[in-house]
């Protein structure tokens, strides 16, 4: 059975959706159990098959129906793709165990086609990462959009259109993908990563402008999949508008796996020397990275809603995790790969805690945060954990990754990435301020009002804490806890995982 | 006494005895007197351990401790010598002080959420000894960022419109300068030479060789301006901003946790990352020192045209604390040495003075100076405390500030930098024309219009007036047997 | 002449395919009207499937299905028959066309139903009040 | 260079125009019904382009589904919408030509780089040498599946034929997960949707006398995908397509009693369920996933004929699958969710 957990991992939740769409009937804990149970066993997968590539320090190779590469479909896990797999499982996890409440709030009907599509979205993110051909990419792309736009829709009424804008741009972004592919089949007549990467490293493909095109292509789809400024604009009002549960899910997924995907893409098929040698754009994408980052981190603050707020700054971190792999150094490198992991759990984080917010409260903007350190307090405290780590505090991972990308951009001697980064780390920290602030001390006038009335100490106003409900409480703390974790583990994530994976020559 | 195992452990249980109170203040936050507990037994489990540290390094003896390889090339990592001693044996001492008095400031004044206010100072404290045993910059920087958050909310006590307004200040220029300066300065530095942990002696620091001058001046400002609570202008407008506090906060922040963190890695950063033979080869020392003696006379000089007494008191210490870099600036062994000790002296003056300043608000809610004629009549334990606190700072002797004194105008005098002897000589009139005042219109001045004799004010309740005394007699101490500290001193710099 | 006619000859179909690719791009961002965006969807990918087909065609060569000789023997020349790969994916893309279209026209139905019209400028206005 | 005249340069020219006609007319037209129609069109022109290259499975499921389902869909939803579009406002224009001229800058360019691509048709193209032949020459011998696209669809990448498989169920669950939902207040619906009672005659005769040939050829299409084009996708949409064709010709309501919506789920998930089941199957039985080898033993063939058993099995839950999701597309669409009145 261990030999198979790679095909298992992606398998069991495409089961689970099947049997979740027939289970209507048998009532909604039946679903809940069955989604929490088939995402379990994809993590239990995923770390069987992260500890073997971990002790072999090799790759693991699946053939799907026993073909033979290039000609069947093989499942390649290397260090890179296996932690991104335990990531999106682990992510998926904790959503799942968190949506007993919310989902059901956002859902008053078809909660099990509802989680059934979220099964097929984490098969499908799964695949992605997993595979080692480039078309199997593609078909599992599809999977995860088109399960995307249903869960997405389920949102409040503005949420079609915000969704329907989201199926043009991923349509796009897939089919210039697909197009992408094309051009590199026609110029190569193989689909297999591993096989392409050998046949790319030839001369006379080195000097093809059709392969040129056809990298340029993918990469664009891939942006325009992750949202890279200034191919964004679809991303802030699809996720701001979705249910909280489809946010928790997709927000820190989605964008990350489509991040991985352009690291394959960029170090395993092609080659660094490739793309920094032939290809005339490579040095600028860092220039948009850095608006991205900037940019993003603004318009975040200038946010009223919250959602929409945590929305922009996941528009920011993409141009993090651009501007890392772009560096073309081992260090950017190490940053992009640790960000993807930092990141996926610090969204996660955030879109959780502003959940249980908002769930409790019923409003979601900047507005509910009054006094949440009073009436939520662990929720509070572990949105200020996730605060610290998107501004970069240690011990978090989010200052780790920021370690590794100055880093990066130092030695790469890309200044204005650097200072990108800077600043955007400031910005957010006013950003997060404000928010926490406001947590921190509530209404303005509550303070004065208490301070007149002089109350001896003990009989100071009371409040009501009002936590959100164990289910969701208990994610989130994870999540907050993991922040650290990851932290204080980065050398242990560093040696055992992305440094293995680096590319050669850089 | 104990087996070097021992004191392999003892930085990590200093630090975990304010970290470990954290859970049990909060638990305990129905029983004030429960919670009160186990800040002093944190802080006396603190302090002892610092002493035990403090015989085994005077011993000789450098403790190093890996707490986590966090990264592959780089670690949490606890280094005890003699520089980092001085500063702990301050901090532990104080708080143990500090929490004497801000009990008795919290009942006196009926204070709202005090656990909260006891869990940030437990937190502050615990950082405040991280950094003095960090054994490299990130350590120090981790710290560093733990205690400004950590001290966020109890800047922000109040809760009041000018609270939240100081307590965004302090944040803003504490976070920028922070993220904006030292953390890219680190990087770069990181990037270098692959190397964060600081330098065995003063001398050599940890530069590599061969790196471009301009890159390291630039390096050497970056740090100066970006530990922005050492309040070297322009980086000092938090601290006044900061006033709104609490007292007893403004005593911590200004007299023994915030800013002489600051103001230590500033000199942990010149002493041991740059060392002195960059530092001369390079004229940073000389640059850095007429930066701050430019903020030594300016803050003096607007100190005396404030009437509110804490504000008054914390340009003082803007102007006091660049006295400290000026030391270590300057490069000659008195310096260097006159800037270390006066960590202590000032120390142990400025809590004293912070302190008195919160005796008089409890038991007068009196603010400003010129509302304080007569009062040392009716208080005279607090305004003897504040006298002799005030002939430390100027810098008279018997108390300890002149021992500070005495080795940097020795120092300056080695260095041969005539107009910095100037600088010091100023500066000591202008700390008589605005401390002297404020003594002699207590014990002499005229009582305002409008009031009668007997209001009813008498000394601030005993809990406070014991640790006034206590630090009072401390930093008259200092002054007396300089030689307890100075070994210290001297084994950082002979 | 010869060789700008040889050259026309082998391209044709490329060219047509972007061509096609780019009416569809075009007219799924700058039409207003929704329905005419999913439209444009169709074409634009249509017109990648019409790339990716170009390249199993070979010159002479039949239908990817093995013929056999009189004595049961599969004629095995693979130059005489089309390359079956590129009509596998295109065969995988079209059901994933026709998937998206099935979403997009549900999403319109409902976005018809929430706002009253499929004008993009009209949704907008719609959705700021 | 030679001139293979069998190519018929002239009639693909020719169809490659209409098709950029089309294409221009579906996007131009005022009318919404009308561009449907242009789409369908432009569809079956493809199918022709296509049949053309020899691709005759690419171009018979074009054939169902492009030109057939996805015109059937699209009128649908025309019911539900406004049938004439508005006249684009002026203001934007500008925007409109600056990304034509973008547009236009980015397909001359990949027009110009045509120039580096292989020839159309060239034999010696990389694509043409490098995998395909392998197909070609091994895929009978290990499948015994003389239509190579049917082997290499559902056996050496059968595991992207799954998830496609997966693909259109869940666009089918999309749909109806959204349009079933019945918590949002109707409004401003258009109810454009004539009353369906009395159904011509001739309509009825013409139905009843096609559907059971459409359905036993659909049945004949799927099974005989070895040795000829078709298979699980092409037979499921045609026998899909005979209960839309029901429904069209009576009402929706007539097909429904036929074909349930509880049936149609059922099929949806079991078609995919049958596929995945196979694959799980061979993986307990000591193969990888989808390894139809494993299936020997249990059949008693050997490995190759288990392979072709094995894609046939796979093929037929392909078809039930697309069969149910093609009629359940129809139903949500047609009916705008409420089932019950639909084209």
């Known amino acids: 059975m261990m030999d198979h957990a790679p095909a298992l991992m992606i398998v069991v939740p495409v089961f689970a959706s099947l049997v979740l769409t027939l289970i209507g009937p048998l009532g909604q804990r039946a679903a809940y159990g069955l989604l929490i149970l088939s995402i379990a066993g994809s993590l239990a997968a995923a770390l069987v098959t992260l500890v073997q590539v971990v002790q072999t320090g090799q790759a693991v190779y699946y053939r799907m129906g026993d073909w033979m590469p290039p000609m069947g479909i093989e499942l390649v896990i290397d260090h890179l793709s296996a932690g991104v797999l335990v990531l999106i499982c682990a992510c998926a996890l904790l959503t799942a165990i968190y949506s007993m409440h919310t989902a059901r709030q956002d859902n008053p009907d078809r909660l099990n086609h509802y989680y059934a599509l979220f099964a097929l979205l984490v098969a499908g993110l799964l695949g992605m990462t997993a595979t080692g051909d480039v078309f199997n990419l593609y078909v599992l792309l599809e999977i995860s959009a088109l399960s995307s736009y249903g869960l997405l829709a389920r949102g409040k009424g503005k949420a079609y259109y915000a969704t329907f804008r989201y199926l043009i741009m991923g349509t796009i972004g897939a089919s210039f993908y697909l197009l992408g592919v094309g051009y590199i089949y026609i110029m190569t007549g193989s689909l297999n990563m591993a096989d392409l990467s050998e046949i790319l490293r030839r001369p006379e493909l080195e000097e093809s402008v059709s392969v040129r095109i056809g990298f340029t292509l993918i990469i664009l789809g891939v942006w325009i999949k992750m949202a890279l400024f200034p191919l964004h604009a679809w991303l802030p009002n699809a996720y701001s508008r979705a249910g909280t549960t489809t946010a928790c899910l997709i927000a820190p997924l989605m964008t990350k796996v489509s991040v991985y995907v352009m690291l394959r893409i960029m170090f395993t098929v092609f080659c660094v020397d490739y793309i920094f040698q032939q290809i005339a754009w490579s040095r600028l994408v860092i220039y948009l990275a850095s608006a991205a980052a900037v940019l993003g981190m603004i318009t975040a603050l200038s946010q009223r809603d919250l959602r929409k707020m945590l929305t922009y700054i996941i528009v920011a971190e993409i141009g993090y995790l651009t501007g890392g792999a772009w560096l073309a150094n081992t260090a950017g490198y190490t940053g992009a790969v640790y960000h993807i992991l930092a990141d996926g759990l610090m969204t996660l984080c955030l879109f959780m805690a502003v959940g249980a917010v908002i769930y409790r409260t019923g409003q979601s903007t900047a507005a509910a945060m009054q006094g949440l350190f009073q009436r939520m307090p662990v929720t509070a405290g572990v949105l200020l954990v996730a605060a610290a780590s998107v501004v970069g505090v240690p011990p978090t991972c989010g200052f780790f990754s920021k370690w590794y990308l100055l880093q990066g951009a130092v030695k790469a001697g890309e200044w204005v990435f650097a200072a990108a980064l800077i600043i955007a780390g400031l910005v957010a920290a006013i950003l997060f301020f404000r928010l926490l602030e406001r947590a921190f001390f509530g209404r303005l006038a509550d303070a004065v009002t208490e301070k007149k009335s002089k109350k001896p100490h003990g009989t100071a106003r009371k409040i009501r804490i009002q936590e959100a409900p164990l289910t969701m409480l208990l994610p989130l703390v994870f999540t907050g806890a993991a922040l650290f974790g990851l932290g204080i583990y980065t050398n242990e994530v560093v040696q055992y995982l992305i440094r293995w994976s680096v590319p050669a020559g850089i | 006494m104990f087996s070097a195992a021992f004191y392999q452990t003892a930085p990590v249980m200093a630090l975990c005895a304010s970290l470990g109170a954290v859970p049990l203040i909060a638990l305990s936050r129905r029983h004030p007197n429960l919670r009160e507990f186990w800040t002093f037994a944190a802080a006396g489990l603190k302090f002892s351990m610092v002493l035990l540290l403090a015989g085994w390094v005077l011993a000789g003896n450098v403790v190093e401790v890996t707490l986590i390889q966090v990264l592959p090339e780089l670690a949490i990592r606890f280094k005890v010598d003699a520089f980092g001693i001085v500063f702990a044996l301050v901090s532990s001492f104080l708080w143990i002080v500090a929490a004497a008095y801000t009990i008795g400031y919290m009942r006196g004044l009926s204070e709202h959420a005090q656990t909260r206010f006891f869990i940030c100072f437990a937190l502050a404290l615990c950082a405040a000894i991280g950094v003095a045993f960090s054994g490299n910059l990130l350590t120090l920087y981790l710290f560093y960022e733990m205690l400004s958050l950590s001290t966020y909310p109890l800047v922000a006590h109040h809760q009041d419109k000018e609270g939240r307004g100081g307590a965004r200040k302090y944040l803003t220029f504490l976070l920028g300068g922070s993220v904006g300066l030292v953390l890219p300065a680190m990087i770069i530095l990181f990037t270098l030479g692959g190397n964060l942990a600081f330098a065995d002696n003063i001398h050599t620091g940890i530069i590599p060789a061969g790196t471009g001058d301009t890159l390291v001046t630039c390096l050497f400002f970056a740090f100066l301006f970006g530990f922005a609570k050492n309040g070297v202008m322009p980086m000092h407008a938090w601290l006044p901003g900061a006033m709104v506090a609490p007292t007893p906060v403004s005593a911590l922040l200004h007299a023994v946790a915030v800013v002489k963190v600051g103001v230590f890695c500033t000199t942990r950063v010149m002493l041991y990352v740059f060392g002195i033979n960059v530092m001369e080869a390079l004229n940073l020392g000389i640059m850095a020192a007429y930066i701050v003696s430019f903020t030594i006379v300016t803050a003096s000089i607007i100190a005396m045209t404030r009437d509110n007494l804490k504000s008054r008191l914390a340009y003082s210490t803007i102007s006091q604390l660049s006295y400290i870099i000026l030391g270590v600036a300057l490069l000659t062994p008195a310096a260097v040495q006159g800037g270390i000790i006066h960590i202590v002296n000032h120390a142990f003056a400025k809590i004293t003075l912070f302190f008195c300043a919160g005796a008089i608000y409890v038991a007068t809610r009196r603010k400003k100076i010129s509302e304080m004629g007569g009062l040392g009549r009716v208080m005279p334990f607090t305004f003897g405390a504040f006298a002799l606190a005030s002939l430390s700072m100027i810098g008279a002797p018997p108390v300890g500030g002149f021992i500070t004194k005495w080795y940097l105008l020795k120092g300056a005098l080695d260095a041969g930098q005539a107009a910095i002897i100037l600088v010091l000589v100023a500066s000591t009139m202008l700390n008589i024309v605005y401390f002297a005042p404020v003594t002699f219109q207590a014990f002499f001045g005229r009582v305002p219009d409008g009031e009668t004799r007997d209001t009813g004010i008498r000394e601030a309740p005993l809990i406070m007036v014991v640790p006034i005394m206590a630090a009072a007699v401390l930093s008259l101490l200092t002054g007396i047997f300089p030689g307890v500290m100075m070994q210290f001193v001297r084994m950082v710099i002979p | ?129 | 260079m030679t001139w293979d005249a069998s190519l018929l340069w002239q009639f693909d020219i020719l169809i490659l125009l209409m098709m950029v006609i089309c294409a221009v007319t579906a996007l131009a037209l005022e009318g919404l019904l009308s561009s449907a129609i242009a789409t369908g069109v432009y569809s079956f022109l493809i199918c022709l382009m296509w049949t053309h290259m020899m691709a005759v499975d690419v171009a018979f499921t074009e054939a169902a589904v492009g030109a057939a389902i996805s015109t059937v869909i699209f009128l649908g939803t025309a019911q539900y919408i406004s049938r004439w579009i508005k006249k684009d406002r002026p203001k934007e224009q500008g925007i409109k030509q600056l990304t034509l001229v973008i547009a236009m800058i980015c397909a001359g360019m990949m027009l110009a780089a045509t120039r580096d691509l292989p020839d159309w048709a060239d034999t010696a193209s990389p694509a043409s040498t490098h995998l395909s032949p392998g197909y070609i020459e091994q895929g009978y011998f290990e499948t015994a599946t003389p239509n190579v696209v049917t082997a290499v669809l559902a056996d050496y990448r059968s595991y992207d034929t799954m998830f496609e498989v997966v693909v259109v169920f869940a666009a089918a669950l999309v749909v109806m997960v959204l349009l079933r939902h019945t918590s949002h207040k109707h409004r401003k619906v258009l109810h454009l949707r004539p009353k369906r009672e009395g159904r011509d005659t001739v309509l009825r005769g013409a139905a009843q006398s096609i559907i059971p040939v459409m359905q036993i050829f659909a049945l004949y299409v799927l099974f005989h995908g070895h040795y000829s084009p078709g298979g699980g996708f092409q037979g499921g949409v045609i026998f899909g397509a005979s209960f839309i064709l029901l429904a069209l010709c009576y009402n929706l309501k007539f097909s429904m009693n036929r074909f349930k919506e509880h049936a149609v789920l059922w099929c949806c998930a079991g078609g995919v369920l049958l596929y995945a089941g196979i694959g799980a199957a061979c993986l307990s039985l000591g193969m990888n996933f989808l390894g139809y080898g494993a299936l020997a033993d249990g059949l008693g063939v050997s490995v190759v004929m288990a392979r072709s058993h094995g894609i046939l099995a796979v093929e037929i839950g392909v078809g039930i699958t697309v069969m149910a999701v093609m009629v359940s597309l129809y139903y949500d669409l047609a009916s705008g969710g409420d089932l019950e009145d639909g084209l």
């Open chain 3, 1 to 129: 002449m010869d060789d700008l006619f040889f050259f026309i000859i082998a391209k044709y179909n490329y060219w047509a395919a972007i061509v096609l690719l780019f009416i569809g791009l075009f007219g799924m961002i700058v039409r207003n009207n929704l329905m005419k965006k999913i439209i444009g969807m169709v074409i634009f990918q249509t017109a990648i499937l019409l790339f990716i087909v170009s390249i199993g065609a070979k010159r002479g060569a039949t239908v990817p299905i093995l013929k056999f000789s009189p004595d049961k023997q599969p004629m095995l020349d693979a130059a005489t028959y089309a390359n079956p790969l590129p009509h596998v994916l295109i065969l995988t893309a079209i059901v994933v066309g026709v998937a998206v279209l099935g979403v997009a026209l549900a999403l319109l139905q409902k976005i018809q139903r929430v706002h009253g019209t499929i004008e993009e400028d009209e949704i907008l206005e719609d959705m700021r009040k």
